[in-house]
């Protein structure tokens, strides 16, 4: 019993509505989140994701099924009676309480001593790096400043789980890429297991140690980033995660064979029939036309990136491709518009998506 | 740059005229009042130099010194009153769910608005009489009572528009901090109400300071208020008293709703 995960959701299900209009913003939902873990729900708006960490927080009851905290059942336990805290999205701070009473008042509501929450709102003022604005209020910091006291204000009371609902939504790309590594860092330093709300694939592959990929209330994939990236199961995951290609195929003794007769060696695990492979852009090589084991191809684009380039490609059947290369330096690009040319797809790099 | 408006009322024919016909209808009587308020002599319309002897008058009559402190004590304590059973009100029908009959039991708060105050002041009169026979009871308390319950709409509105305008995350957010509901309203919700709070009891304290009609029905015998004093006045010679009274309570008004005002301006 020593690795009792930190979070878990059991067949969890939220509707809204009643009849006809009855809407599941989580749909059986069952998740596993272990201590310490920076575990990232990833979906676009309107997944259930928001609504899953606000069952966890105790804002919301789930229709059906259990949430437990440590091992703990906690589905019917009030807000403020669970060990959780929450960094909301619009940060939702005090306006009438300084930056310091901010982060005093979990401390306060638990009972702690004077010394003890002057002590801690210290500590934690320095950790996030914002000792000289204790006596602000939050109206008089800015947008990155106030996320900075959302957070540490979360994290004062020192909870089991830190719960955070698109934190950096508001704020610009620069002041997101630093509160990227600084939440890393918190993460780190702390040991506690954060639960990320996020719709940003970038931010999720970068921060999260497991990514759970949500969509229409159901949790598609839980993986880590590599393996969601790489291995999506199915086709919404790999759609919205990066980019990707899609080829439609057929399985065949030995592989795959696409439209245009070609067949890849494929690890079928078990499918049959009529499947879609898929496959990212900076997988794909392009060699000379009629190079051994290539498939013929035509390139119809090629967009410049700076550090890469795109290249669009046409089939023999007509389906389309992006391979994404590295520009050459000082060079022009490697194949023209209208080149033919030999489209190399290693098998390793396919995936076959289920449903 | 300044965009012409495609719209703009002050080019309609008229619009200076009128405007200056309704500002002059709406402050020539009350500016009149105030200048015979320091008339020298005993006429409320005819001009006799300028004196203060009438407000000496008034701070000096005994009727009016204690029908002023009955206005406070009845208008200071219905606010108070008033403005915690609003705050109740406001809080039950802003900090939960839709429920069934919440247009009806909103309507049923701010029933005083609606209902003619004629009728209230009958119906208190018939009602307090039984109670009055039944107790032998004839204090202030019926006022109080009476001005309590016509001012909860006055105190409602804004403290109720503040509650609505008021992000419900802040008490989201309290309670994840282990704020039990007590402690949120008494370390969140209420301090970030103050402002609306503040407006509907000062608003609900002119309102009350104000009244003739209920109180006129209401009052036992000996029990006048300013406005009802200077009501029976009229059955009288009506003296420049009347007018600097008028003028005092013209001015503690004005200072009470430039406060009111204050505190709901929008900040930020």
């Known amino acids: ?355 | 740059m300044a965009r012409r408006r495609s719209f703009d009322v002050t080019r309609l024919p008229g619009f200076t005229a009128i405007a200056i016909l309704a500002f002059v209808l709406l402050y020539a009587p009350i500016v009149t009042l105030v200048i015979y308020s320091f008339n020298g002599s005993s006429s409320v319309n005819l001009w006799g130099g300028f004196s203060l002897q009438w407000y000496r008058i008034a701070f000096e009559n005994e009727a009016v010194q204690s029908a002023a402190v009955r206005s406070f004590v009845i208008a200071a304590s219905a606010s108070m009153i008033a403005t915690t059973v609003a705050t109740l009100a406001a809080l039950g029908t802003t900090r939960r769910g839709k429920f069934p009959g919440q247009t009806i039991i909103y309507v049923m708060i701010n029933q005083p608005l609606m209902v003619p105050e004629i009728v209230t002041a009958v119906a208190l009169l018939i009602f307090f009489a039984s109670i009055k026979i039944a107790t032998g009871y004839t204090g202030l308390g019926y006022l109080i009572l009476a001005h309590s319950a016509f001012c909860v709409p006055f105190a409602y509105l804004p403290i109720r528009a503040r509650l609505e305008g008021m992000d419900s995350a802040m008490e989201t957010a309290a309670a994840d901090l282990y704020a039990s509901p007590v402690q949120t309203f008494r370390h969140i919700t209420l301090p970030l109400l103050m402002p609306g709070v503040l407006a509907g009891a000062m608003l609900a304290f002119v309102i009350s300071l104000d009244d003739v009609i209920i109180t006129e029905f209401v009052k036992s015998a000996g029990q006048d208020t300013l406005p009802t004093y200077m009501l029976g006045q009229l059955r009288r010679a009506l003296t420049p008293e009347v007018n600097a009274i008028s003028t005092v309570l013209l001015a503690v008004t004005i200072v009470i709703l430039t406060a009111f005002f204050l505190m709901t301006r929008k900040r930020d």
């Open chain 1, 1 to 355: 019993m020593t690795d009792t995960p930190a979070v878990e959701a059991r067949n969890t299900v939220k509707t809204y509505g009643v009849g006809a209009s009855a809407v599941n913003a989580l749909d059986d939902v069952s998740i596993t989140i272990a201590k310490g873990e920076f575990f990232t729900l990833l979906g676009p708006s309107g997944c259930g994701k928001t609504t899953l960490l606000r069952c966890i927080a105790g804002f919301e009851t789930p229709t059906s099924g259990a949430i437990l905290l440590s091992g703990r059942d906690i589905t019917a336990t009030p807000p403020n009676a669970r060990p959780v805290n929450t960094v909301f999205q619009s940060y939702a701070l005090f306006p009438h309480l300084t930056v310091a009473a901010n982060i005093a008042f979990g401390l306060q509501m638990l009972g702690k001593s004077r010394a003890e929450v002057a002590q801690t709102v210290e500590r934690v003022l320095a950790l996030v790096r914002l000792e000289s604005f204790a006596d602000r209020l939050p109206q008089q910091l800015s947008g990155g400043q106030q996320q900075r006291v959302a957070l540490a204000r979360a994290l004062a009371p020192a909870p089991q789980v830190l719960l955070l609902d698109e934190p950096l939504s508001a704020l610009d790309l620069k002041l997101r890429k630093e509160m990227q590594s600084e939440l890393k860092r918190l993460q780190t330093e702390t040991g506690i297991t954060f639960v990320f709300v996020t719709h940003d694939q970038e931010e999720a592959l970068t921060m999260s140690n497991r990514i759970g990929v949500m969509s229409a209330g159901r949790l598609l994939q839980v993986g880590t980033p590599r393996e969601i990236y790489d291995r999506p199961r199915n086709r919404f995951v790999a759609d919205f995660i990066g980019e990707t290609n899609f080829l439609v195929g057929t399985v065949v003794p030995g592989g795959v064979r696409l439209a245009t007769g070609d067949t890849l060696a494929v690890p079928l695990n078990g499918h049959s029939g009529e499947v879609t492979l898929t496959v990212r852009p900076e997988q794909i090589r392009i060699a000379a036309d009629g190079t051994g084991g290539t498939i013929p191809a035509r390139v119809t684009q090629t967009t410049y990136f700076g550090t890469d380039t795109h290249y669009h490609l046409q089939l023999g059947d007509g389906s389309a491709l992006v391979a994404r290369l590295q520009s050459r330096a000082g060079g022009d690009d490697a194949h023209a518009q209208g080149d033919a040319v030999g489209v190399q797809i290693d098998a390793g790099t396919l995936q076959v998506l289920g449903e």
